[in-house]
């Protein structure tokens, strides 16, 4: 990313940004307006010329933004250009839909192996992904995984967190309902949904007192 210091929740816009303009291209439209995209990702356009402004100039006035510059801009910032190896640990319900999934829309992050604990599991592969003992990843050179996606039960998220710590992972992508206690230069991100239908369901009641106070 550019040198200057980019706030986190422009960071944490900026993947939208790129599916949506990946998306503009693909139909052929090659040109979009702030306000225009900010309809389409339902963000302001005040947010989101702001958010582009601490790269420099990617727009211009009276013309808007050229939605393929953009677009491979966004692809060198946020490392899409590389292939990011991440590993899954907990192969269960949540960890098998993943490695089901595996990112198959985007092709530069691949979950490369799996680990579990249960030996029903170890040894054999979904989707193509060798699924390996547990025992087996703190001696592993993981220095060239980006992350490790966390699906175990919470009580197992901390020991599953050290052991690839130990491995050499910075990046937590964990589902775990619980929080872990990590390095300050480890990078945990946290998914929880029950968190964002709270939100959603929060949001949605208060525009509507809001609309019936009005
Ligand atoms: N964030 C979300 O929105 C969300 C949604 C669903 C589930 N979850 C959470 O994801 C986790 C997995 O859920 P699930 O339904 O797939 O559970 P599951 O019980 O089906 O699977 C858990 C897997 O982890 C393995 N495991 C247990 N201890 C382990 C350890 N120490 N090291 C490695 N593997 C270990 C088990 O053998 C099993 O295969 C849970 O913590 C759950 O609460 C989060």
Not at 56 to 65: E, F, H, I, N, Q
């Amino acid at each position: 990313m550019s040198s200057q210091h980019v706030p986190q929740a422009t960071a944490e816009r900026l993947p939208l940004y790129y599916r949506t303009l990946q998306h503009l291209v693909t139909i052929g439209k090659t040109r979009i307006s702030s306000s225009e995209f900010g309809n389409l990702v339902q963000i302001d356009s005040t947010t989101i010329r702001k958010d582009f402004s601490y790269f420099g100039a990617l727009g211009r006035k009276g013309y808007g933004y050229d939605t393929q510059h953009l677009m491979e801009f966004l692809r060198k910032t946020l490392y899409q250009d590389e292939l990011s190896k991440v590993v899954l640990i907990g192969v269960g319900h949540l960890g098998t839909a993943l490695l089901n999934h595996n990112f198959q829309k985007n092709n530069n992050t691949k979950i490369v192996r799996a680990y579990d604990v249960d030996p029903k599991k170890i040894g054999t592969e979904i989707s193509g992904t060798e699924i390996c003992a547990m025992d087996e990843l703190a001696g592993a050179d993981n220095h060239d995984i980006t992350a490790a996606i966390l699906t175990v039960p919470a009580a197992h998220a901390q020991e599953a967190a050290d052991l690839a710590l130990a491995s050499g992972i910075r990046g937590f992508l964990n589902f775990s309902p619980t929080t872990l206690s990590l390095p300050s230069n480890v990078y945990v991100r946290h998914v929880d949904m029950t968190v964002e239908l709270q939100a959603l369901i929060y949001f949605l009641n208060h525009a509507m007192e809001q609309r019936n106070s009005q």
